[in-house]
């Protein structure tokens, strides 16, 4: 257990309770609503042949009923309160959170850890769900700027796990059967590859307390918290291209390469080397691309990070006509940054773009517990925010000169949808 909280203002706590179950809350005073999570360590990445799509499948089936509660009774128990409960899933991870008023925290935590290690996964749910997620891939697959990052990571990643989408295909959600799912249900949601996370008007000790019941006897032996997703060896980048071809009003553009894993020191550099590429109406991409040239109403890069495996990339949506110039464009800015660097000025403003976002992202208490939970899974440590804001303060602009000297000089990957010149798109990734 350890408490921490340099500025006075919240405070950071853990424990680990039997069974390898770990909590981890960040009191905030004054709040008056408390966010609170179940994280699993399992995402699209770890489905094997066969299972594509159940983590995200599952997200939807935990809601559907406990021996305790039927579907309706969990959505119930939480309106009643004025209370919001969802999940989302990642490529390493899956989350199932509520956010509720302080004095309504048992309330979420039993309903929330009741749908998580109690799922029934009933055979009529599983198939009326199929439908819905079926619909769900529908849905994404009429967003070109959704359809566009999913052929990025198909391009960059190849066959890897982390070329998958995390939804599945419709093809692999219709084969999918209710006891295979139930079996990766039963093997991976283990109190030892979660975390618990709160943030807001709480207690960390009535924290415990409420999740030590709430598990009941799922939280037996000596168990110790799974290990970490190891760091490497990782996929390699490939520089590949994946092409849509339907007829868009827009070419969506995604072009970027591989970057740092989440615990490399660097990381901080490489948000600030993003914002200071595409992450403001400053930047340089935005300023070149847009305000210059006037090829493109939305172009913006990001910067993420998993275990054993980083990416940056750069978006564009642009007229098919003008795919070309745009990928010419943006592929020089980036040659220029790995060749030069960053001006200084540059640099200074992308620190305080950053400091401000992280700030800013920071105001209530869904993305404080967001923060702590994923962090606690996935990394080293956690940091509290002033100590996130004094790395970056300590970036340097060579530092990001290091960082994009590396980074921005690996094999490009691209990812487009719509009608363009598929000779421009080559050449893009040569």
């Given amino acids: 257990m350890h408490d921490r909280s340099p500025s006075g203002a919240a405070v950071l706590r853990r424990t680990t309770l039997p069974g390898g179950l770990r909590v981890v809350t960040e009191a905030l005073p004054g709040a008056r609503s408390v966010a609170f999570g ?6 699209s990445r770890d489905e094997p042949e ?19 509660r039927d579907a309706r009774a969990i959505a119930e128990a939480l309106d009643a309160v004025g209370g919001e409960s969802n999940a989302f899933t990642d490529k390493e991870y899956t989350c199932y959170y509520a956010r509720v008023l302080d004095v309504d925290l048992p309330l979420a935590v039993d309903v929330t850890c009741d749908m998580v290690t109690s799922s029934l996964i009933a055979p009529h749910d599983v198939e009326a769900e199929r439908s819905v997620v079926l619909e769900e891939i529908a849905m994404r697959d009429d967003d070109p700027e959704d359809v566009v990052h999913e052929l990025f990571a198909e391009a960059l990643y190849g066959e890897h796990p982390l070329g998958r989408p995390v939804i599945g295909s419709a093809e692999s959600i219709e084969a999918l ?17 979660m975390v ?3 943030a807001g008007g709480l207690d960390h000790d009535v924290v415990v307390a409420l999740v030590r019941d709430a598990f009941g006897p799922l939280l037996d032996g000596d168990a110790a918290p799974a290990p970490r997703r190891a760091s490497s060896p990782g996929p390699r980048g490939l520089s590949g291209l994946v092409l849509d071809d339907r007829d868009t009003e827009q070419a969506n553009l995604l072009l970027g390469t591989t970057a740092l894993v989440r615990d490399d020191p660097r990381r901080w550099a490489l948000g600030v ?3 200071a590429l595409g992450g403001g109406t400053s930047s340089r991409l935005f300023q070149t691309v847009r305000e210059e040239r006037g090829l493109a109403y939305s172009v913006y890069s990001y910067a993420s990070a998993g275990a054993d495996a980083g990416e940056l990339g750069v978006y564009a949506g642009c007229a098919p006509k003008k795919a070309r110039e745009v990928l010419q464009l943006v592929r020089g800015t980036l040659a220029d940054v790995a060749a030069h660097g960053l001006t200084d000025d540059e640099v200074r403003r992308a620190k305080g773009q950053l400091r401000g976002a992280t700030v800013l992202g920071l105001e209530d208490t869904g993305s404080r517990m967001t923060r702590i939970g994923k962090a606690e899974l996935c990394s080293e440590q956690v940091l509290t925010v002033d100590e996130v804001l004094a790395r970056i303060e300590a970036v340097t602009p060579d530092d990001v000169r290091a960082v994009a000297a590396d ?16 000779d421009a798109l080559e050449e893009a990734v040569a």
């Fill in 38 to 43: 179940v994280w699993v360590g399992v995402g």
């Fill in 196 to 198: 618990v996370a709160a």
């Fill in 273 to 275: 080397l993003s914002g």
């Fill in 50 to 68: 066969g299972l594509h799509g159940t983590s995200h499948y599952l997200e939807h089936l935990l809601f559907k009923g406990t021996a305790r």
């Fill in 407 to 422: 980074v921005l000089t690996r094999p490009l990957a691209l990812g487009a949808v719509g009608q363009v010149d598929e």
């Fill in 177 to 193: 059967s209710r006891d295979a799912i139930d079996g990766f249900y039963r093997r991976r949601y283990t109190p030892r590859d």
